[in-house]
């Protein structure tokens, strides 16, 4: 089956069905492509992973709300082996049939499953960092203070206290699961004694509690690279919440938020900004300076006759592009002022300008006043 179903149309449920539903209709079609039920069909088998992952999508709240919103696009990178990210391992993460029906059921289907479970990683964690404008076009080293579970020293994150270890689970042997007959199915359950680690700790190191983990502050270098822009995430690798007597960490993730600049607008690499001009310069046209991110002052010059609201583009002079080559342009949009304060030699002037006004010097206000005329047949 391929992943581009859509995965309400997998179950053969509205967009609207209530998590009742979705797990009745799933229960359902689980059951009518089990392979135990089809012979080993391969085409039921492959029915079975994609309602299966359909489901494990759309029961968690976030998962579907992402999709809803992206579609499939929400879960490729985690399905192309990205990793990260904080809505967990994703819809493609299940390792047999066994692992599937566990995760729906909270059991085991009976599919050469009986191994103890995998160490669960420490949870990925988020930090919201403000950044200018200034600094999004160069780019920034800094660093970010952050208190986050981490390794206990005492015991080194095995949870036991020191001298000591984890001994083999008697309910389970060691194999994090216990089974148990129901029908046809041979169900595995998590061990109830030892939570599917295989081992238990007899004594509980005194730091961390049998954690293995306790809360630290700790101070990160950060690399906010020149271009990012509002939203662009950063990855830490291993920096988030440390894992459970020795499991992996977590991944740290910055959020970067850029402020609002006085003077520039943004739009991707491009850098927008309104420039007034006095209705002299925008006659008989000139030249203009505007300070441009990257300190230089960018010469902006004005043709003659230029109107309000005329764009003028200065190539190469916008935002870099994130971890790639080149710039984008700045854009200026000319805003003509009329003067509001005159001097009588000014008023004088611009009255004699008047009086030799032939029409020909306004060609769009001669064309809208003759349309006028015309419709009033006067």
């Not at 002037?349 to 809208?368: I, K, V, W, Y």
């Amino acid at each position: 089956m391929t992943t581009e179903i859509d995965y309400y149309e997998l179950l053969e449920v509205e967009r609207t069905a209530d998590a009742g539903v979705l797990k009745s209709a799933y229960r359902k079609l689980a059951m009518k492509y089990h392979p135990d039920k089809t012979g080993g069909c391969a085409d039921s088998e492959a029915k079975f992973k994609a309602v299966s992952e359909a489901y494990e999508v759309l029961k968690d709240p976030q998962k579907r709300a992402a999709y809803d919103r992206f579609g499939h696009a929400a879960f490729k990178q985690q399905q192309q082996g990205g990793g990260g990210g904080f809505h967990g391992g994703g819809a493609g993460g299940f390792s047999d049939l066994g692992d599937i029906f566990e995760t729906i059921f909270g059991q085991g289907g009976g599919f050469g499953g009986g191994g103890r479970q995998q160490q669960r990683r420490g949870a990925d964690l988020r930090y919201d960092l403000e950044i200018t404008l200034d600094e999004a076009y160069h780019g920034k080293q800094t660093e970010i203070e952050i208190e986050v579970s981490a390794a206990c020293d005492s015991c080194e994150g095995s949870g036991a206290q020191p001298g000591t270890g984890a001994k083999t689970c008697h309910t389970c042997k060691g194999h994090g699961q216990v089974r148990a007959q129901q029908g046809f199915f041979v169900v595995e359950r998590t061990c109830p004694s030892c939570h599917g680690a295989g081992k238990v700790i007899e004594s509980p190191c005194r730091s961390c509690r049998g954690e293995g983990r306790v809360d630290k502050p700790k101070t990160l270098p950060v690399n906010v690279p020149a271009g990012v822009d509002d939203g662009t995430r950063i990855r830490l690798s291993g920096e988030g919440e440390a894992g459970a007597r020795g499991a992996p960490a977590g991944d740290l993730y910055i959020f970067l938020h850029v402020k609002r600049h006085a003077l520039f607008e943004r739009d991707g690499t491009t850098l927008f900004c309104r420039c007034p001009v006095s209705f002299t310069t925008a006659a008989l046209g000139g030249t203009i300076e505007v300070p441009g991110l990257d300190g230089v002052r960018h010469a902006i010059k004005i043709p003659v006759g230029i109107q309000s609201g005329k764009q003028i583009r200065q190539r190469g002079a916008g935002m870099p592009v994130l971890n790639g080559r080149g710039q984008g342009d700045l854009v200026v949009q000319i805003d003509v002022e009329t003067p509001t304060k005159l001097t009588p030699k000014q008023k004088e002037l611009l009255e004699a300008f008047r009086e030799t006004e032939t029409g020909e010097e306004c060609p769009a206000s001669t064309g809208f006043f003759g349309k006028i005329k015309d419709l009033w047949g006067d």
